[in-house]
């Protein structure tokens, strides 16, 4: 891609954060050299992986590696490559290292920008890695008890419609932001360290009046759980669950919260149970009794967010699922493949 074609859009700097992700890297970072249209820079976070990441990432030479001694996790990764992204990169783009992206992503991703200014954040078309024929995820969804989901995961990608439409947030899988916004809301929540982390990001930023839009035309081919010990480790339902309560109480308008707050308490009263039926009770209780230890300095962040909030209940209500939930979607770790333990 020559320098005179890509002065007509604007920089984004790529970021990617990875722990022990070697065997997906290359195919990662080739798919992203081969874009249509280059991304101004491209940024690796390596968590002090202990397998060939490093080695390889520096088979890139156009590729800037931050390595780190210790394992910030998802979050704190994410933070440091956007106070370290190219001061003239106007956007960020957030990327797995097993999300494998099709030519014209950040094209379709830039041209959303372009033919829908009234919108900051958008979300990639996520389609499974082992078969592009099912829908990995559609944005994420934000039900009103609490629980989260990737919107369409599983489903036939051609049941799902092509046109764009507003969702209530990305999954930082495949994603792009107005860098300016992400400075603003302070970046990803350090204290989640990873597992919805994006959702309560997503969250605040449509508190604070911004809106994601789902662009269908921007894929990428994901695996999930790529670089961590699985959909049902302990670590996966332990991040999962906790941080699912902290992003209610931190970020549910007064009314919401209120209203379905005996909702929220059933919810995760069932999931418990089931857990505690798969095993993993001792996990699930460990995790609920941290998100409570938590509850006083998510109050006091509460405050903050709620206080600077812009967007009206009425909004926030309307983008939320309302839908009965299936048992299927009780296992957060089911639909929430993203962390970088």
Not at 8 to 16: E, G, L, M, N
Not at 24 to 34: E, G, K, N, P, W
Not at 58 to 81: C, E, I, K
Not at 245 to 252: A, D, F, Q
């Amino acid at each position: 891609m020559s320098d005179l074609l890509n002065e007509k859009w604007p920089k984004v700097t790529v970021i990617i954060v990875n722990w022990n992700g070697e065997r997906f890297l290359d195919r990662c970072l080739s798919a992203l050299l081969a874009q249509t249209v280059a991304p101004h820079e491209i940024i690796v976070v390596d968590n002090a992986s202990s397998d060939g990441s490093l080695d390889l990432v520096r088979r890139f030479p156009s590729v800037r590696l931050l390595a780190q001694d210790r394992n910030l996790g998802f979050a704190r990764g994410n933070n440091l490559a956007i106070e370290e992204a190219a001061a003239e990169s106007e956007w960020i783009a957030l990327l797995n290292p097993d999300a494998f992206v099709e030519p014209r992503w950040l094209e379709a991703l830039l041209s959303a920008t372009r033919d829908y200014p009234a919108f900051e954040v958008f979300a990639s078309k996520l389609v499974s890695a082992a078969d592009p024929a099912v829908l990995d995820g559609a944005g994420d969804a934000y039900h009103v008890s609490g629980l989260v989901w990737r919107r369409g995961h599983g489903a036939p990608v051609a049941s799902v419609s092509e046109q764009v439409r507003e969702e209530f947030s990305p999954c930082a899988a495949a994603a792009l932001y107005q860098r300016r916004i992400l400075v603003e809301a302070g970046g990803f929540d350090e204290d989640y360290f990873c597992y919805l982390e994006d959702l309560d990001l997503g969250f605040r930023l449509r508190l604070a009046g911004y809106r994601c839009l789902y662009v269908s035309a921007s894929v990428a081919h994901h695996v999930g759980s790529g670089t961590t010990s699985g959909q049902h480790s302990d670590f996966a339902v332990y991040h999962g669950h906790r941080n699912l309560v902290w992003t209610y109480v931190k970020n549910m308008p007064w009314l919401l919260f209120w209203a379905f707050l005996p909702l929220h308490l059933a919810m995760n009263l069932v999931t418990l149970t089931v857990f505690t039926w798969r095993g993993q009770g001792l996990t699930m209780l460990r995790a609920k009794r941290d998100a409570l230890k938590g509850i006083p300095k998510m109050w006091w962040k509460r405050r903050s967010i709620q206080s600077s909030r812009i967007a009206t209940v009425r909004e926030i209500w309307r983008l939320m699922d309302k839908s009965i939930i299936p048992i299927r979607r009780i296992n957060i770790c089911d639909y929430r493949n993203k962390c970088r333990r």
